[in-house]
Structure formats: C-alpha cells, structure tokens
C-alpha cells in the first residue's frame, strides 16, 4: 500500500481548516481536494478528493495520521480505490501540502519517484 511518513506532528485542526483544493495537474492526471474531516480526537484527518485520469474519475481518500514516528499517509482503507499513478501522485501531494501545517521531513515512503 502506498504510503509517506513525516517528521513532526502536523496541526490537523488547521489543515481541516485551510487545506488547500488544488487543482493539481500531472500530465494525463487532474486531481483536487473535495473536502476534509477531523476526527473526533484530532489525531486524524481524511482528505478526500478526486483524480481524473484518462477521463475516468476515481475517488481517492488519504488518511492522515499521528502517531510515534510523526505524520502519516495512507490510502485509506475503508474506501477502496485503484492504486493508480494518479491516485499515488494525490496521495503524495497531500503529503506535500502538510508541511505547511508543521508536518516535518520525509522519514520513510514507498512512492519516492512522486515526491
């Protein structure tokens, strides 16, 4: 499964807030936030969105997480995707756009080629 982890804790409650909705454009690939939720603890975020490739939409949504080692990235699993180039690319640009919300340098990730 595609997955980053950050340094640092990244401030979930403002990245709920302000996450910025794209559109991200990678090629063949358009993808964009369409919207975030905050878990009831604050320890968690989900960042939906949608990525267009080839003219086919799929819905895609990264769960964010802290934990001991810092911030983390995941597919999460209880919506089911295809793990396509574009659906790993809008994983890792959520990644991306959580360093301005503190979250810190890349510690570990199986999908380096995107970052």
């Given at each position: 499964?595609?997955h980053v982890?950050?340094a640092?804790?990244?401030?979930?409650?403002?990245?709920?807030?302000?996450?910025?909705?794209?559109?991200?454009?990678?090629g063949?690939?358009?993808?964009?936030?369409?919207?975030?939720?905050?878990?009831?603890?604050?320890?968690?975020?989900?960042?939906?969105?949608?990525?267009?490739?080839y003219?086919r939409?799929?819905?895609?949504?990264?769960?964010?997480?802290?934990?001991?080692?810092?911030?983390s990235?995941?597919?999460?699993?209880a919506?089911?995707?295809e793990?396509?180039?574009?659906?790993?690319?809008?994983?890792?640009?959520?990644?991306?756009?959580?360093?301005?919300?503190?979250a810190?340098?890349?510690?570990?990730?199986?999908?380096?080629?995107?970052?």
């Amino acid at each position: 499964m595609p997955h980053v982890i950050r340094a640092g804790h990244a401030d979930l409650a403002a990245a709920w807030r302000e996450f910025p909705t794209g559109p991200w454009r990678w090629g063949n690939v358009v993808a964009r936030a369409e919207g975030c939720f905050l878990g009831a603890d604050g320890a968690s975020l989900l960042v939906a969105g949608v990525v267009v490739e080839y003219r086919r939409p799929l819905h895609a949504v990264v769960l964010v997480s802290l934990g001991r080692q810092g911030t983390s990235f995941h597919l999460w699993s209880a919506a089911p995707v295809e793990r396509t180039d574009g659906v790993k690319r809008f994983l890792a640009q959520v990644a991306r756009e959580m360093a301005a919300f503190g979250a810190g340098p890349l510690i570990t990730t199986n999908i380096s080629d995107l970052l």
